[in-house]
């Protein structure tokens, strides 16, 4: 007999964005005409097509592929050189983070990294997870087990760090001792930033805790204020207790290309129930060598053209592009008199409706067929709250803000 991992009886029903696209099938199938008309500022996926430096890459990478002087069969798994040497130099060194090229490990999303890490911990570490929080943090703890079940919308055996209006979105440190906290700042789903004074002192508990934090920077492309720190690594201590996440495809829009890499710094350690310490980077070596084989050869030469200045002035120009949507639809939902945050240096609006907000998703899909994302599928903190994602063509997002000014509600709260 098969017996299953029970642990994924523990999860809850569905993911958010395959409920999200139910609902929307099930409105378009009931009302055709209507469904025509839908625009999507709900699940965070890109429009604008590749830089042209990654495309040129790619062709190149592609015809060198095609004849055997240049051909490339399995490849390092960690990633070429030639894309580590440049993650080191331009995206760590360059802002005094000391980063080398053998910790960064090149992978194929974010998503599958900050899901796989939690592999390295002991089942009964105490996870310290943000409400509201990107899904994929929560879900891969409760399908390892580290959980319990799940009551009113939170897990047990979870210490949920509450980020809401009153902290500015950014939660307090820990009232209990924890193991592994995950951070995501410019974070998913509130466009919440970081100071570097508060960084700091999560990397303060984390040395003082022997914690880890996991910080994943995914959006760090959005950054615009030159106060805020880019990576954990520019905050002094944290090579000893932070491992970094960041991702192309946001960056780049590589969310179908996929490329991304974790960052493990050879300070940063584990600990048996003795004590002995035992550094991660030789344990994510061993779990990335032996279950994954690496990203295509021509993939990361296109993440790699990132890097030229054609590259970078062409990956500016994409995130530039989102902010300028960002911009518009913070501005609208304020005038409106809805509270936001984030969409300064974010992709995302985190907008405060004052209602529920599945209520508030079914109310602009049918008055406005806009699409956004309600915030209770982020955590119980996102009741109330509907995420707006800037990822869409700016026509649309214009013509998508000219339909809710018309229907939503003003509410008289001061927008913040
Ligand atoms: N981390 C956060 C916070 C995200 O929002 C996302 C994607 O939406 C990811 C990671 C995953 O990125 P990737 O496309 O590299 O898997």
Redesign the pocket.
């Known amino acids: 007999m098969v017996t299953i991992n029970e642990n994924y009886l523990k999860l809850q029903a569905s993911y958010l964005f395959s409920d999200i696209s139910r609902r929307v099938k099930q409105f378009k199938d009931e009302n055709p005409a209507l469904g025509a008309r839908v625009i999507r500022l709900g699940i ?1 996926d890109v429009t604008r097509a590749l830089p042209p430096a990654c495309i040129a890459a790619l062709h190149k990478a592609v015809d060198e592929m095609a004849v055997e002087a240049t051909f490339q069969g399995y490849g390092p798994e960690q990633g070429y050189d030639f894309l580590r040497e440049a993650i080191a130099v331009h995206d760590f060194q360059a802002r005094g983070a000391a980063i080398s090229p053998d910790e960064v490990f090149v992978s194929d ?4 990294d ?1 899901a796989n890490v939690q592999e390295l911990f002991a089942t009964d570490s105490r996870i310290a997870i943000p409400d509201p929080v ?1 899904p ?1 943090y929560i879900d891969t703890n409760v399908m390892a087990g580290r959980t319990g079940v799940s009551h009113n919308g939170r897990y047990a055996n979870v210490v949920y760090l509450d980020c809401t209006r009153a902290n500015g979105y950014v939660p307090a440190l820990p009232q209990q001792p924890v193991d592994v906290i995950y951070l ?1 700042f410019p974070n ?1 789903p509130t466009g919440a930033t970081i100071t570097r004074k508060q960084l700091e002192a999560w990397v303060e508990y984390a040395l003082r805790e022997r914690a880890l934090i996991l910080f ?1 920077a ?2 760090v492309a959005f950054l615009r204020d030159p106060e805020l720190p880019q990576s954990i690594y520019e905050i002094d201590g944290a090579r000893r207790v932070a491992i970094e ?1 960041r ?4 960056t780049a829009g ?2 179908g290309t996929r490329c ?1 890499y974790i960052v493990v710094p050879t300070e940063c350690m584990g600990y048996d129930r003795a004590g002995n310490a035992y550094p991660l980077h030789k344990l994510w070596n061993r779990r990335h060598t032996t279950k994954f084989n690496g990203v295509s050869y021509p993939v990361q030469r296109a993440a790699a053209a990132i890097y030229t200045d054609a590259g970078q002035q062409q990956v500016r120009g994409l995130s530039d592009y989102y902010l300028r949507n960002a911009a518009l639809i913070r501005r609208t939902l304020s005038a409106l008199g809805y509270p936001c945050v984030g969409g300064e240096n974010s992709p995302y609006i985190w907008v405060e409706t004052g209602t529920d907000s599945w209520a508030f998703f079914d109310l602009m899909l049918q008055q406005a067929q806009v699409v956004i994302t309600p915030g209770a599928g982020f955590g119980a903190c996102g009741q109330g709250y509907i995420r707006i994602s800037a990822f869409n063509d700016y026509a649309k997002v214009e013509e998508a803000m000219a339909r809710l000014q018309k229907v939503l509600p003003k509410r008289a709260t001061t927008a913040s």
Not at 109 to 112: E, F, Q, R, V, W
Not at 247 to 250: A, L
């Open positions: 965070g999303g974010s998503k599958c900050t990107y994929v995501c998913n994943d995914a959006y996440f991702s192309y495809s946001k590589f969310t991304a």
